[in-house]
């Protein structure tokens, strides 16, 4: 029972650290555009460019290693486990 109760308690603290830590990466790669847009281009409409950068990046690598979140600390965990029981 105290298993369940941890893996519980772990799941929706990293699900809390996930979530922060992707719509922090979001707002900081929406800022980038903004700025690239401001000194670079300044043509044409500035919220489609936005837009377009962030469905870019909602398909990039970046946003997929943040599910690292959930895979390193069980990678961890379980390795931890292993080497004290079996080793």
Known sequence: MALIRLLFF???????????VSLYS??????????QWD?????????????AGLKEYDTSLRRRLILGVYIVPVAVVGLIIYLVNYN
């Open 10 to 20: 772990a799941f929706i603290a990293l699900t809390i650290i996930y979530v922060s």
């Open 39 to 51: 000194e670079d281009i300044r043509d044409g409409d500035r919220a489609a460019y936005i837009a």
């Open 26 to 35: 979001r707002s900081m790669r929406k800022e980038k555009l903004g700025r």
